[in-house]
């Protein structure tokens, strides 16, 4: 089973910031919490991913909270492409080992709408 | 990051048949994971391949059902063996990054079983 919860859907307005909640209180001290959003038909696709610190990169920012039991996935300036279902996967990083599988819940549909 | 094609992109089979799907990376990778994504679910992880060793199979998966070869280092396959119409679903293959860990995801290939 997924070690994450998320809400099932959100909805975010074009040109909002969007805020997606991620809990996942039973984290252990050598996982990762990954993003990644599928969008309708395709594969899905790495957003970011951060283990104790803030991250921040071209498409989105990490924030977790400093006991790690939760996080937020923010897009800061959410466009009709963001739409998608977004997933919160906490894993092992490193080679091998059933660990370091991803293991995905149902995520979050965000729609957003202009 | 990996660009990974699959084909098919899509087939309809009729039951009993099987169904081979190859997935090709465009940089030399350790592992490869095969993914089944049921009608309106998550991702479901079936097995990990590894070049020049046997695939590692996740519960409810057997290799007589989902066979898989791993010939180098750029290229996988997997068979769908006499399929039902229950095996209908989008099939994705995906590369891990050597450095990060992020994995990166096919586009898929949709499988209907009439």
């Known amino acids: 089973d997924a070690k994450t919860t998320q809400p099932p859907s959100m909805d975010c307005a074009e040109g909002r910031a969007a805020n997606l909640p991620c809990n996942h209180s039973?984290?252990?001290?050598?996982?990762?919490v990954y993003w990644y959003r599928q969008i309708h038909s395709q594969g899905p696709q790495y957003i970011i991913h951060g283990l104790k610190n803030n991250e921040t990169n071209e498409m989105a920012s990490l924030i977790i909270t400093e006991d790690r039991k939760s996080s937020t996935l923010i897009l800061p300036h959410a466009t009709l492409r963001d739409t998608a279902v977004y997933y919160c996967i906490v894993r092992v990083a490193n080679y091998g080992g059933s660990q370091g599988n991803l293991i995905f819940g149902k995520g979050t549909k965000l729609s957003v709408k202009p | 990051s990996a660009v990974i094609s699959q084909k098919p992109s899509r087939d309809i089979c009729q039951r009993g048949t099987s169904l081979t799907i190859q997935c090709q990376v465009d940089s030399q990778v350790t592992m490869m994971f095969w993914y089944r994504q049921q009608p309106g679910q998550s991702l479901t992880l079936i097995a990990t391949a590894n070049q020049g060793s046997e695939a590692t199979y996740e519960s409810g998966f057997v290799i007589d059902k989902f066979p898989i070869s791993r010939p180098n280092l750029t290229f996988s396959t997997l068979t769908v063996s006499n399929m039902s119409p229950e095996d209908s679903s989008i099939y994705l293959c995906?590369?891990?990054?050597?450095?990060?860990?992020?994995?990166?995801f096919g586009p898929g290939t949709r499988l209907t079983v009439t």
């Open positions: 995906s590369v891990e990054s050597g450095i990060t860990y992020e994995q990166y």
């Open positions: 039973t984290i252990s001290g050598n996982e990762y």
